[in-house]
């Protein structure tokens, strides 16, 4: 399925600001929070795909390269897999955009006690990889390259300066919750930290390469095997590739997604491919042995004496294998007869002489449809 245009996801235009792209991003998260539309898979979907946009929108180089290159341009840096996350945590990652509204928490009253206290699996990342037809019919390794981030190797993850450590939030005390008071003083509301976003520590002095945030970016090359019969769009996995895990948790995993390079000469119907092969009219009258493209090469195959335009014949066995039981489908020859726009004067002769012997009892379905005209115009009209 064809992805939408960013910035019709989030309703900006091109040359909107990164403060316009935060508020709108804001406004539709809360539209389609799924808190606010349980059980509606439609929502949570656009949910989803808010939260796409506006990590490409709000990073300056993915939406260069984005307004440059549209999604093409962003094979291969790194993108969180969104459909595959749950909508949890993707209220996580950007919660940040919420701060003075009182978080995602606060606004659909989750207070999520303890949000960072435990481990937490890293995020799915998601890149593509072109395959040909050939890639296809008998399965191969492509070698991926994606960028992703990774823990620093300075600071070790912790986000500290070396020899430093995180000290205790002057706000929630530790605690990583803050208390408020309700309307005359009735009831109190509990809710994440602002300051340390519920981790009860904040980063006083920040380690130099990764800034406090424990993570760096980081290039990375890998091989993947592709098995033989996978469709465009399908999705192959390779598990422990994708973004770490926080306090200890495990990383996430990459989903590489097919994307199938067009062939010159074939087109693929499901597990078959269609080829379409040009013959003269008098091969088509005569019958003859023409030449068909596969996937191995040209091969040979004989057409029968009259032979009609857009006739379709199959070779069994030609086709691509499927994914799961490995039977390969077939390959449909489609003809085309092609008329000359040109004739020597020889050839004109002798066409002319070939037609004055044509006789419509030899030619059903020209008689058939002739006949069908006088009855529905009527004759001498």
Known sequence: MAKRDYYEVLGVGKSASGDDIKRSYRRMAMKYHPDKNPGNAEAEAKFKECAEAYEVLSDPDKRARYDQFGHDGLRGVGMRDYSHMRWQDISSIFEDVFEGFGGFGDIFGMGRRGRHAGPARGYDLETTVE???????????????????????????????????????????????????????????????????????????????????????????????????????????????????????????LYCYVRVKAHPFLMRDGNDLVSTVPVSFTQAALGATIEVPSLDGMREFKIPPGTQHGSTFRIKGQGLPDLRTGRRGDELVRIVVEIPKRLSGEQERLLRAFAETEDSGVMPESSGFFEKLKKHFGEGR
């Open 131 to 253: 395959l040909s037809l050939e890639d296809i019919s008998g399965g191969t390794e492509k070698t991926i390259e994606f960028t992703r981030q990774d823990t620093c190797g300075s600071c070790s993850g912790s986000g500290s300066a070396k020899g430093r450590v995180p000290g205790r939030c002057p706000t929630c005390g530790g605690s990583g919750q803050v208390q408020r008071t309700g309307l005359g003083g009735f009831f109190q509301m509990v809710s994440t930290c602002p300051k340390c976003r519920g981790a009860g520590k904040i980063i006083t002095n920040p380690c130099r390469k990764c800034r406090g945030t424990g993570l760096v970016s980081a290039k990375r090359t890998l091989s993947v095997k592709i098995p033989a019969g996978v469709h465009e769009g399908q999705g192959i996995r390779v598990a422990g590739e994708g973004e770490p895990g926080r306090n200890g948790g495990p990383r996430g995993d």
